[in-house]
Structures are given as structure tokens and as C-alpha cells.
């Protein structure tokens, strides 16, 4: 536990599964004030929502579309109008498809890059505006992925999103250090969340994955939610401008495990 998460306010875009429900989840049992934003499934937020009040925690949630600038203002606007305050901007939602980049079309890139680069950014940009404002020396954490340093043939959208998400982070935790607000990413490798579903259902398919993981094994969207409370807490106080990788040392050339090469 962290103590001096309690209370504090924290928003949590593409929250109502996966990673993001994790992640808002944990904050809850925290004794966080939550701001849940869904994006399509409002009774699974709905669910989320009891859950933490079981918990002991509070929140509340918002529809909102991440890739639209309108849509990210109005969440966090509601977070500061329901809660007084913003202290956490937690930059989750993301998509990603599959195609062979020579068939990439305009449109699946502008849709993969509004939703996880520009939702990021505008995410980032408004609560900084804000804890600039009102001198808060709050904690942005994006959520990037291993493939912001993996290469992912088919992902190449994808990829290029969360490349441009490790940048802008840490150019954000640079501009903004002075004012003692924090700016990390957390990559994830594979996680057990919908995102994954079809792959990790097909045992073939998971038994490839696995190879690529020292730790020989998928990771669990608590084991995400860990980090991002620590990176939010003070126990974080001097970490800025990084990313956290939870990936079960899939980016630790995992080729060269038997020690050939
Ligand atoms: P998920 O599909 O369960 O979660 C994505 C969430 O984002 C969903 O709740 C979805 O409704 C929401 N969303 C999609 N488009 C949105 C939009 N335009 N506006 C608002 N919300 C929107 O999958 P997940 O694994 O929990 O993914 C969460 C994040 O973690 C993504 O950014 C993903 O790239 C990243 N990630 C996941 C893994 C993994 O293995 N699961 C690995 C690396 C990175």
C-alpha cells in the first residue's frame, strides 16, 4: 500500500477492461479518488465501480472518445469538477490491428495513431495545463508497450505509436521537471487482457509468445497496476522521464538465453 496515494485524484483513460480496469482498480484499494473513463462497455465500468466501493475507494465514470481533444478535455474537466483536483493522469487507452504494412491503409494508421499517440499527447498536454496552473506537482504516466523498442512487422502503426509515446514522454518530463511534475511510461510485454484474447486462447500461437519471455510466462494485468501505483507514489519521488518495463525480461534479448551468439 501507499499511503499518500489516498486521496489523491487520479483519471484513467480506457478503463473499463484490461490494463486500465487494473489499473483503476488498484488505485481504488488505494483509497484513490477514481475517474474511470470508458469508451464503449458502460456496464463493465459500472461493475468497476462497485468493485472499488467494496474496496473502500471512490469513483466515477466518463464516456469518452481519447482520440477526440473535445472528449479528452471533458474527462478531465470532470475528474476537477467532481473531485476538486487532478494529482495522476493515467494515458492507458490504446488499439492495435494486423496488417502487412504494404497494405496499411490511411485510415488504420490515423486511427491507431489518434487513439495512442494523439490521446496521449492531448491527455498529457490538459493535465499539465492544469497541475501547472495550480501548482501540483502531479504524475503523468503513458502507457507505451515493448514495441516502443521492438520492432512488430504488421504493427508498424502500432509500433510507431508507442515509439512516439516514449519520446514525447520523456521530452514532457524534461519541460516540465522544474515544476516537480513526474512523466514516466510503463511497457508492458503480453499481458493477459482482451487485447491478447485470440492470440493466448490458440495454444500454438501462446507457445511462441512464451518463448520470447524469460520468465516463461503471460503477465497479469495486476502485475501492471503494481508499477503504475508505484510510479504515481512517493516512493517514485526521484523517477522521471523513464519507462518501466514489465515483460518478463522480453526485452532482454531473449535469443541469447542458451548464451550462444
Ligand atoms: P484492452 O483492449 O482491454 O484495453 C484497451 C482499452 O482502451 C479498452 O477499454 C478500450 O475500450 C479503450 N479504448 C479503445 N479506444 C479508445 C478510445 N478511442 N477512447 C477511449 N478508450 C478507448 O487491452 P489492454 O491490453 O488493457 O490495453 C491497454 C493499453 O495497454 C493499450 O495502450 C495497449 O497498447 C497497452 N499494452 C497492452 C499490452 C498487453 O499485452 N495487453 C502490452 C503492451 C501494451
Known amino acids: 500500500m501507499f499511503k499518500d496515494l489516498e486521496g489523491k485524484v487520479v483519471v484513467v483513460t480506457g478503463a473499463s477492461s484490461g490494463l486500465g480496469r487494473a489499473i483503476a482498480k488498484r488505485f481504488g484499494q488505494e483509497k484513490a479518488k477514481v475517474v474511470i473513463n470508458y469508451y464503449k462497455n458502460e456496464g463493465k465500468s459500472d461493475e468497476l465501480i462497485g468493485e472499488i466501493k467494496e474496496a473502500g475507494g471512490e469513483a466515477v465514470k466518463i464516456q469518452g472518445d481519447v482520440s477526440k481533444e473535445e472528449d479528452v478535455k471533458k474527462i478531465i474537466q470532470f475528474a476537477i469538477d467532481t473531485y476538486g483536483t487532478l494529482d495522476v493522469m493515467v494515458n492507458n487507452a490504446g488499439i492495435q490491428n494486423e496488417v502487412p504494412s504494404e497494405e496499411l491503409s490511411l485510415e488504420d494508421w490515423n486511427k491507431v495513431i489518434s487513439t495512442n499517440l494523439t490521446g496521449i499527447f492531448v491527455g498529457s498536454r490538459e493535465a499539465i495545463a492544469y497541475m501547472l496552473k495550480h501548482d501540483i506537482k502531479g504524475s503523468i504516466i503513458n502507457m507505451s508497450s515493448v514495441h516502443q523498442i521492438i520492432p512488430w512487422p504488421h504493427f508498424a502503426h502500432y509500433a510507431a505509436s508507442k515509439g512516439g509515446i516514449k519520446m514525447l514522454s520523456e521530452t514532457l518530463a524534461l519541460e516540465f521537471a522544474p515544476h ?82
Do not use: H
Request: hydrophobic letters at 40%.
Open 180 to 261: 516537480g511534475i513526474r512523466v514516466n511510461c510503463l511497457a508492458p510485454g503480453a499481458i493477459n487482457t482482451p487485447i491478447n484474447k485470440e492470440k493466448f486462447s490458440d495454444p500454438a500461437a501462446k507457445k511462441e509468445v512464451l518463448k520470447m519471455i524469460p520468465l516463461n510466462k503471460i503477465g497479469e494485468p495486476e502485475e501492471v497496476a503494481a508499477a503504475a501505483v508505484w510510479l504515481a507514489s512517493k516512493e517514485a519521488s526521484y523517477v522521471t522521464g523513464t519507462t518501466l518495463y514489465i515483460d518478463g525480461g522480453m526485452t532482454n534479448y531473449p535469443s541469447f538465453q542458451a548464451g550462444k551468439g
